[in-house]
T-cell receptor, first 112, second 112 residues
Framework: NAGVTQTPKFRVLKTGQSMTLLCAQDMNHEYMYWYRQDPGMGLRLIHYSVGEGTTAKGEVPDGYNVSRLKKQNFLLGLESAAPSQTSVYFC???????????FGQGTRLTVV | DAKTTQPTSMDCAEGRAANLPCNHS???????VYWYRQIHSQGPQYIIH???NNETNEMASLIITEDRKSSTLILPHATLRDTAVYYC?????????????FGKGTSLLVTP
């Protein structure tokens, strides 16, 4: 049982490049989330999904897009990376909104 | 949505109980209180959550005051591995679901 797996773990991008972060969970959870964490700050919600085929905006959605084509996967895309998107990105999933959420180990992204 | 207030940092001697306070004076009647921790930039780890009654699991105990305006997370016998940032969270309502609103948390240092 892998839990929540994020790919890749590290990435360096040049300004203007695009990339996709993959989050996969094997717990059959309905809810999935993407957060970012900047130095000295708590996590901020980017986008979330309440089920396959659904996505919604969180607190800081600008510059990101997401897709949930399969229940187990939640993709986060950066179409044109900017230095302000340098951060650690965490994916999470939960069975329902009332239960505890399980987090991945993070993706450390640097945009130069 | 209810906000939480936590001390910025706390110390605890190894083997002693660590009591981490949290104020959530604007919490509504149906909102749960969640506790997570983050060890050295790893993904956050779910600890416990509760609504009205005190809760206990293998990791910790959660004591919620009768008026629900504050709570305390208790690690009964702190170890060096419990050094982490602890987040007290009240779930945030979103357009089509809920998410966890992470603040800056309490940085707990367990000393030998």
């Amino acid at each position: 049982n892998a839990g929540v797996t994020q790919t890749p773990k590290f990435r360096v991008l040049k300004t203007g490049q695009s990339m996709t972060l993959l989050c996969a969970q094997d717990m059959n959870h309905e809810y999935m989330y993407w957060y970012r964490q900047d130095p000295g700050m708590g996590l901020r919600l980017i986008h979330y999904s309440v089920g396959e085929g659904t996505t919604a905006k969180g607190e800081v959605p600008d510059g990101y897009n997401v897709s949930r084509l399969k229940k187990q996967n939640f993709l986060l895309g950066l179409e044109s990376a900017a230095p302000s998107q340098t951060s650690v990105y965490f994916c999470a999933s939960s069975y329902d909104p009332l239960g505890g959420a399980f987090f991945g180990q993070g993706t450390r992204l640097t945009v130069v | 949505d209810a906000k939480t207030t936590q001390p910025t940092s706390m110390d605890c001697a190894e083997g002693r109980a660590a009591n981490l306070p949290c104020n959530h004076s604007t919490i509504s009647g149906n909102e749960y209180v969640y506790w997570y921790r983050q060890i050295h930039s790893q993904g956050p780890q779910y600890i416990i959550h509760g609504l009205k009654n005190n809760e206990t699991n293998e990791m910790a105990s959660l004591i919620i005051t009768e008026d629900r305006k504050s709570s305390t997370l208790i690690l009964p016998h702190a170890t060096l591995r419990d050094t982490a940032v602890y987040y007290c969270i009240v779930r945030v309502s979103l357009d089509s679901g809920y998410a966890l609103n992470f603040g800056k948390g309490t940085s707990l240092l367990v000393t030998p």
